[in-house]
C-alpha cells in the first residue's frame, strides 16, 4: 500500500505503528527514559535512552522473546560500578551493551580496579531524537542518541547508535559508531548481551550455530561442551555454562545464528559481519527463576581485560579513529 492510500485508511499513523516516548516512574525504574517501537507486523520494542539505548523488552505477536532479571529496567543511578555490582541493575533484556573499553569478570588491568562488564550501559544518552519518517512508500521507525564514556586525564569514547525498523517488517537494525575523541590510544571491547527467554526459550527450542571453533569457559561448561545447541526444562540447580566461539562468515562476510523454537512456531536471527564480531559467547542458564540464554557477538570473548592483555587479544583504538559494528535481528514465523 502506497503512503496516500495508507492514509486514507488511518487517522494516525500511530494507528499502524511508530515510537512512543515516556518516562517511568515505580520503583528502580523510576525517571527512566523509555520509546516503545511498534512495528505494525507484530514485532515490538523498548529502547531505553538512559541505559546507553538498550533493548529492554521485546515481543512477537504478543509472545515475550526476552529474559528480564529480577531487577527490571533500573535507573543507571543506582550502579554500583566495583566487582560484581553491575548484577545490581543489570536487565538484561533483548540488549545490554558491554564495555566500551573493559568487560568481562572484575579485575585489576593497568593499575585500574576494573567491575564486571563495564560501564556503557549504564550511561545516559544524549541527543536523542525520533528520526522516523517516509522515504517514497518505505515509512522507518529511527531512534538514535550519542553515549560518552571517558573522564580527565583517562580514555574518551563516542558512541552513535541508531536503532531502526521499517514499518510492517520484524526486523531492528543497530548500527554503532564508535570514536576515540580523547588523545591517546584506549582499548576498545564492545559484547552485545543479548538475553533470550521463555517463551522462545524452552526445552523446545534449537540454537542454530556454526562456529569454526568452541571452547567452554571451566570446568562446568566442559561438562555441557556437546550440547550447547540444546536445553532443558528449569532446573532446580544449575550452574551456568559459558562457551566461547569463533565466527565464520559467508561469501559476503556476514553469519547468522538462529534460536528457533517449533512449538511456539517463532525464531529469531541475528546476523552481522565477522570481520567486525569475530567472536560469540554463549550465556547458558537453566536454572529455575534464572532461565535464560545469553547470545554475544563481541570484537572480545567475555574476557576480562586483563586477561585479553595477557593474550595479546585487547584491540584498540587510536585518536581520531572510528569503528562501525551493525546487528541485524529479524524474528518471524517458522517456514
Not at 531487577?71 to 545490581?88: K, S
Amino acid at each position: 500500500m502506497d503512503t496516500r492510500e495508507l492514509m486514507k485508511y488511518v487517522g494516525n499513523l500511530a494507528q499502524a505503528g511508530g515510537c512512543r516516548q515516556y518516562v517511568l516512574s515505580d520503583g528502580w525504574a523510576r525517571g527512566l527514559r523509555a520509546a516503545d517501537i511498534n512495528t505494525g507486523s507484530g514485532l515490538q520494542y523498548t529502547v531505553l535512552p538512559d541505559r546507553a539505548m538498550d533493548i529492554s523488552l521485546a515481543s512477537y505477536r504478543g509472545r515475550n522473546l526476552v529474559y528480564l532479571t529480577g531487577n527490571g529496567e533500573t535507573n543507571p543511578a543506582f550502579y554500583e560500578p566495583e566487582g560484581i555490582g553491575w548484577l545490581r541493575t543489570f536487565t538484561g533484556g533483548l540488549l545490554t551493551t558491554c564495555g566500551l573499553t573493559y568487560l568481562g569478570s572484575p579485575c585489576t588491568d593497568d593499575n585500574e580496579a576494573l567491575g564486571l562488564h563495564g560501564r556503557i550501559s549504564t550511561t545516559p544518552a544524549k541527543q536523542v531524537a525520533d528520526l522516523s519518517g517516509w522515504t517514497g512508500d518505505s515509512y522507518r521507525i529511527v531512534i538514535r542518541g550519542v553515549v560518552e564514556e571517558g573522564h580527565l586525564f583517562g580514555n574518551r569514547l563516542r558512541m552513535e547508535r541508531e536503532i531502526s525498523s521499517a514499518l510492517g517488517c520484524s526486523e531492528i537494525h543497530l548500527k554503532d559508531t564508535i570514536t576515540n575523541t580523547g588523545n591517546k590510544t584506549t582499548p576498545l571491547t564492545l559484547l552485545y548481551h543479548m538475553n533470550f527467554g521463555y517463551p522462545l526459550l524452552s526445552e523446545s527450542s534449537e540454537l542454530i550455530i556454526d562456529p569454526s571453533s568452541t571452547a567452554a569457559r571451566d570446568p562446568e561448561a566442559a561438562k555441557g561442551l556437546n550440547d550447547f545447541r540444546r536445553f532443558t526444562r528449569p532446573q532446580p540447580s544449575f550452574r551456568e555454562q559459558v562457551f566461547f566461539h569463533t565466527i565464520k562468515g559467508g561469501i559476503d562476510g556476514m553469519t547468522e545464528i538462529i534460536l528457533r523454537n517449533r512449538e511456539i512456531n517463532t525464531e529469531v536471527r541475528i546476523s552481522f559481519l565477522v570481520n567486525s564480531l569475530p567472536f560469540v559467547s554463549q550465556w547458558k542458564m537453566m536454572a529455575a527463576g534464572e532461565y535464560v540464554l545469553g547470545i554475544e557477538p563481541g570484537n572480545v570473548h567475555s574476557k576480562s581485560r586483563e586477561t585479553l592483555r595477557g593474550e595479546n587479544l585487547l584491540p584498540f583504538l587510536d585518536p581520531g579513529e572510528s569503528s562501525v559494528f551493525e546487528l541485524f535481528i529479524a524474528v518471524s514465523d517458522i517456514q
